[in-house]
C-alpha cells in the first residue's frame, strides 16, 4: 500500500509539472521538450530529488510515448504521398544523410567509440525533429508556403529512412555481426515494402476493417493494434517505432482523421513522459564535460541543415528567400535524436549526456533559426550587394588624378 501510495503522489507530481512546464512554454514560444528534458536532470539520479518509487511506470510510458510519437507522425502522409516524395525527393534525402550524419559519425570516431557508437550519433545530427518543425511552422503560420512541400519532403524521406537505420542500428548494438544486421535490414526493407503495398492497393479495405462511429471503439482498436504490430515489429528486430509509423501510414480518410484527433492527447501525455524519461535516465554532473563538443557539432549542423533546405528549395525552383526559411526551419533536432541516443546508451554510455545537451541546444536554436535565418541572409546579401555595387560604380568611373586635373578642376580641388 505505501509503495502504491508513493507512486501515485509521484506520478501525479510528474504530470502537473508537465503541465505547468507546458503551458509556460506555451506562453514564451517555447517547444514545452527541452523544459521536460531538464525536468527529468533535475528529478533523475543526480538530480535535486530523485524519484524511485515511479521509475518502472514512467518507463513502461516512454516507450508508449515513441510508440504513439511515431505512430500520429504516419497519420500525416497517405502511401501516395510517401512514393511520390520519394521519387522527386531522394537527391535531396541523399544530400541531407551526407550533410547530416557525416559530422556525427566523425564526432564519435574522434571521441573514441568506435563504428557502433559513431553511426549511432550520426544519427542523432542526421534527423530533424518532425513534432518541433510541425509546430514552428503552424505557430508562424507558414503551412501555406511554397517552400513548405520541400521541408515536408525531406522530413518524409527522414522518416521513412528511420525504417532501414533504425533496425541496422539495433542490430549492430546487438553485435549480431555483418550476416545477422543484413537480416534485420533485409526483414526491415521487406516489411516496410509489404505495409508500403498494403496501403497503396487496400488501404480502404483496412481502413474500413478499422473504423467505427463509436469513439471509444475507434480508439481501443487503433491504440491496440499500433502496440501490437510495435510489438511485433521490435520481436523482428525492425524497432517499435517504426512499426507504429507502419500502421499510421497503412490508415487513411475518415478513420486517419477520427485517430488522430482521439490520439493526439495521449500522445502530447506518454510524449512528455519519454522525453522527461530521458532526462531522468543521465546524471547532470556528466552534462557540463560535454557541453564544448555538444555545441560545437550543434554548430556544425545548423549550417549543414540550412544546407539542406536551400539545396532541396532550389531544385524545386523556390525563390532565394524561400530557401532560406526551409534551411533554417529544418534545425531543430528532437524525439527521434532521443530515441536514437535511447537505443545506443546502453552499448554507450556516452552517448546519452551529449545528445541531451545536442538535443537542448538545437531545439531552442531551430525556432530561432526559423524565424531569423532568412532576414539575416536577406540583409547580408544585400549588403553585399550595394558593396559589390559601389565597387563597380568605383572601377568603372574612378575619381582623376591630380596630374589629370584641368585647372579648372584643379581650382575646385584646392578650394
Do not use: C
Not at 517552400?147 to 522518416?159: K, M, S, W
Not at 499510421?248 to 519519454?274: H, M, N, Q, W, Y
Not at 526559411?325 to 546502453?346: D, N, Q
Request: no cysteine; charged share 15%; hydrophobic share 50%.
Amino acid at each position: 500500500m505505501h509503495d502504491t501510495t508513493a507512486l501515485l503522489v509521484e506520478l501525479g507530481s510528474v504530470i502537473l509539472g508537465l503541465g505547468i512546464i507546458g503551458r509556460f512554454a506555451g506562453r514564451i514560444g517555447l517547444s514545452p521538450i527541452p523544459l521536460y528534458l531538464l525536468a527529468g536532470l533535475a528529478f533523475g539520479e543526480g538530480g535535486l530529488l530523485p524519484l524511485g518509487a515511479s521509475e518502472e511506470f514512467t518507463a513502461i510510458g516512454a516507450e508508449i510515448g515513441v510508440i504513439l510519437l511515431l505512430m500520429l507522425l504516419g497519420l500525416e502522409y497517405s502511401a501516395s504521398e510517401l512514393v511520390t516524395s520519394l521519387k522527386t525527393q531522394y537527391p535531396s534525402g541523399v544530400v541531407d544523410f551526407v550533410l547530416n550524419a557525416t559530422p556525427g559519425a566523425i564526432a564519435g570516431l574522434v571521441l573514441g567509440w568506435g563504428p557502433v557508437g559513431a553511426v549511432a550519433l550520426a544519427g542523432v545530427t542526421w534527423i530533424s525533429s518532425s513534432g518541433v518543425i510541425a509546430k514552428v511552422m503552424t505557430d508562424m503560420g507558414r503551412l501555406g508556403n511554397r517552400e513548405t512541400p520541400v521541408i515536408l519532403g525531406v522530413l518524409v524521406i527522414e522518416d521513412l529512412a528511420m525504417a532501414v537505420y533504425l533496425p541496422l542500428l539495433t542490430a549492430m548494438l546487438a553485435g549480431v555481426g555483418l550476416a545477422g544486421g543484413s537480416i534485420a535490414l533485409l526483414i526491415a526493407l521487406g516489411t516496410v515494402g509489404f505495409v508500403l503495398y498494403l496501403a497503396l492497393r487496400h488501404g480502404r479495405l483496412i481502413s474500413r476493417a478499422v473504423s467505427s462511429d463509436n469513439p471509444e471503439m475507434l480508439l481501443l482498436v487503433v491504440l491496440g493494434l499500433t502496440v501490437l504490430v510495435a510489438g511485433v515489429a521490435q520481436q523482428l528486430q525492425v524497432s517499435a517505432a517504426v512499426g507504429a509509423f507502419l500502421v499510421g501510414i497503412a490508415l487513411s480518410g475518415e478513420v486517419a482523421e477520427g485517430a488522430r484527433k482521439l490520439l493526439t492527447p495521449l500522445r502530447d501525455l506518454f510524449a512528455a513522459v519519454f522525453f522527461v524519461f530521458f532526462g531522468l535516465s543521465t546524471d547532470p554532473a556528466e552534462i557540463p564535460p560535454v557541453l564544448l563538443p555538444a555545441a560545437l557539432l550543434a554548430i556544425v549542423t545548423v549550417f549543414t541543415k540550412i544546407g539542406t533546405g536551400w539545396y532541396a528549395s532550389r531544385r524545386a525552383g523556390i525563390g532565394p528567400r524561400g530557401r532560406w526559411r526551409a534551411g533554417g526551419t529544418l534545425v531543430a533536432r528532437g524525439e527521434f535524436s532521443i530515441v536514437i541516443a535511447g537505443l545506443a546508451v546502453a552499448t554507450e554510455p556516452r552517448i546519452g549526456p551529449i545528445a541531451t545537451a545536442y538535443v537542448l541546444i538545437l531545439v531552442i536554436a531551430g525556432p530561432l533559426t526559423a524565424r531569423w535565418t532568412e532576414p539575416v541572409a536577406s540583409r547580408l546579401q544585400a549588403a553585399l550587394a550595394g558593396k559589390r555595387q559601389k565597387q563597380a560604380v568605383t572601377r568603372d568611373d574612378p575619381m582623376p588624378s591630380h596630374d589629370d586635373l584641368t585647372p579648372e578642376h584643379a581650382g575646385r580641388e584646392s578650394g
